[in-house]
């Protein structure tokens, strides 16, 4: 189940304690600081963050009315500026897409943990252990409509989360100037049959060690992109938004949005899915 959450951090004065939301009140006294920060939309426990550092803190509102706290390790700062920079232009280009952005704030926790080698969608604010490149923050911005505001069942649905997430890196190269979503499907479907991609269907990815590995990120991106080259580009963006409209501040499962694309495209759907979700080994030319 999914709650709002007050939390409450102190910590030394001089360093700063990040969280969802909003930052509701800070105060020092004493020699300690305290932070206090209010997630008022619901959210996932496993979405949620108290980190800690000395950081350079910028804060500001987009033209939208989203508030940006962003909190930047110094060491990662000259890096990661002109990336949290376009956060504004990601979120208005994501929101074109899949719908209004699904929380008041956003923004971005950059630390400096080279050794942690993820990032992490962290409800309205993602926690990213370096400097992120272009593609991550458009990564993880998404997850804030597909991982966060609407969010898995069971934890066999994890394609929901991160193919949809991948597939917005893909949309975005592809109207900013990059490769094609199909150009990018096309030089991963070219692997041969023996490479990991093909290693499990995204749609049932076994055991828990195989929930975070690229066949759910890549396959499950494929699938979306199959889908698209199935219903066309307007109907295909409308169940991208219906999704993210009737699932919002909950939860949802595959065999939910296999529903909706049926009923929006108005299409059997269930070979494609069968095919690019649940068969093993690599799937026939499309």
Request: aromatic share 12%; glycine share 8%; no cysteine.
């Amino acid at each position: 189940d999914k709650s709002s959450y007050d939390i409450t951090v102190t910590v030394p004065e001089g360093r700063t304690a990040v969280s969802n939301g909003v930052l509701v009140g800070q105060r020092t006294a004493h020699g300690h600081t305290t932070f206090r920060w209010r997630q008022r939309e619901p959210m996932a426990a496993y979405l949620a963050t108290a980190t800690i550092g000395k950081f350079k803190v910028e804060q500001y509102t987009t033209r939208d009315g989203i508030r940006v706290y962003n909190a930047v390790d110094p060491r990662e700062a000259s890096e990661a500026a002109p990336v949290l920079k376009k956060l504004p232009s990601v979120l208005e280009w994501e929101s074109k897409l899949f719908g209004p952005y699904p929380f008041r704030n956003a923004g971005s926790i950059v630390d400096h943990a080279p050794d942690v080698g993820y990032a992490l969608e962290t409800q309205s604010r993602p926690l990213y252990d370096s400097a992120p490149d272009l593609s991550t923050l458009v990564h993880e911005s998404a997850h804030q409509w597909f991982g966060d505001s609407v969010s898995l069942t069971s934890w066999k649905d994890i394609w929901l989360n991160e193919g949809f997430a991948t597939y917005a890196e893909w949309l975005y190269s592809e109207q900013h100037g990059g490769d094609s979503a199909q150009k990018t499907f096309d030089g991963l479907h070219a692997r041969p049959a023996s490479d990991h991609l093909w290693s499990f269907p995204p749609g049932d990815p076994g055991s828990g060690e195989n929930i975070f590995d690229t066949p759910v990120y890549e396959r499950g991106a494929m699938a979306l992109h199959e889908l698209r080259t199935a219903v066309g580009d307007r109907a295909f963006f409308g169940i991208l938004r219906a999704w993210a409209a009737e699932h919002h501040d909950g939860h949802g499962t595959t065999a939910q949005f296999v529903r909706l694309a049926e009923r929006k495209s108005g299409k059997d759907l269930n070979h494609l899915f069968t095919t690019w979700l649940y068969s093993s080994g690599k799937p026939n030319e499309p």
